[in-house]
């Protein structure tokens, strides 16, 4: 038995379509490159640059850069270079970020919801707005 | 069971009561029609409708949270010991004070440490300082790399993701649901 199941489903399907919602280009000229941009609040962008044409390692490199403004398929620069990476790091980061992001965003999302909940303006479960039609019970 | 304690309309109750049944015996028949409804009822949307459809439904319906999330927490660990035989271990600490901390060990053995601050006071330049939000402090062996909102944190991962994805030509990876953060001791 496994009561969570579904809703990790539909949890997949949502992240699902953020990821493709990540805005992920391929370079014009190094079909091997493809690169992400990462807005931050307050903070530079930052620019994810997995080039899989690396002449050291046939699985690619993962470069994570901040606030670059030139060709993401050049060399990284500095001192915007924060990071190299193989594919592999590049991954467990990813679900090392997930790990520790999820459940904050689940729990700021939570707040807010007992928050708004709470207000005394705003829709509740508990409103006795049943018509006689409505109730089955 | 629930704080809502107030009483609630008979439709609101059934729809409920209908949805704990079905997870409670683990039925998939739970329909997005029943959830928007659901959600409506509750004056939820956007991020919060997220929420209807994540397993915090428990909070919200009086599902027993003990039974749900643990099980959530359980299969993160899972997919992450599924993942070690391909990637690098990911450790979670749940540390004092609401920290939470994510250690990766690299090929050349450094570590790759994401750990999460609340309370951190991002700097809103003209506009004096801003509240304070939960940031996530990326640092590799000890040494500062970035900083990042939860929300910055969830878009590079997938950024990560994808990118290693679309480089292998396969299929989305299994993706961590949302895990439990355990109660302060008092």
Known sequence: MSPTRRWSDVRGELVARRIEAVDVASHDDYPAVYYATVARAYLPPLLVVHDADDG???????????????????????????????????????????????????RRN???????????????????????????? | MSDHDEPVSASSRSIARTLADRVRAADDRVSYVERAFLAQ????????????????????????????????????????????????????DYLPRGVTVARVLTDEEETLTVALDHDYHPGAPGDGPAPPVATLELERDDEHVATL???????????????????????LLPIPPVTPIPEESP
């Open chain 1, 56 to 106: 050291a390692d046939p699985a690619g490199i993962v470069w994570l850069e901040e606030n670059v403004t030139g060709d993401p398929g050049c060399e990284p620069t500095t001192p915007g270079h924060l990071a190299d990476l193989s594919p592999d790091e590049a991954v467990s980061l990813g679900y090392a970020l997930l790990a520790v992001a999820l459940p904050a965003v689940r």
């Open chain 1, 110 to 137: 939570l707040d807010r919801t007992r928050a708004r909940l709470a207000a005394p303006d705003a829709p509740r479960v508990a409103r006795p707005t049943a018509t006689p039609e409505e109730d089955t019970c």
């Open chain 2, 41 to 92: 009822r509750l004056g939820l949307a956007g991020d919060d409708l997220e929420l209807l459809v994540d397993g915090t439904v428990a909070d919200l319906l009086a599902l027993p949270s003990s039974v749900v999330l643990p099980l959530a927490a359980r299969r993160l660990l899972d997919q992450l010991d599924a993942h070690r035989a391909r990637a690098h271990p990911v450790d979670l």
């Open chain 2, 149 to 171: 909102t939860v929300d910055d944190a969830e878009a590079l991962a997938y950024a990560l993701l994808r990118l290693v994805q679309l480089a292998r030509s396969e299929p």
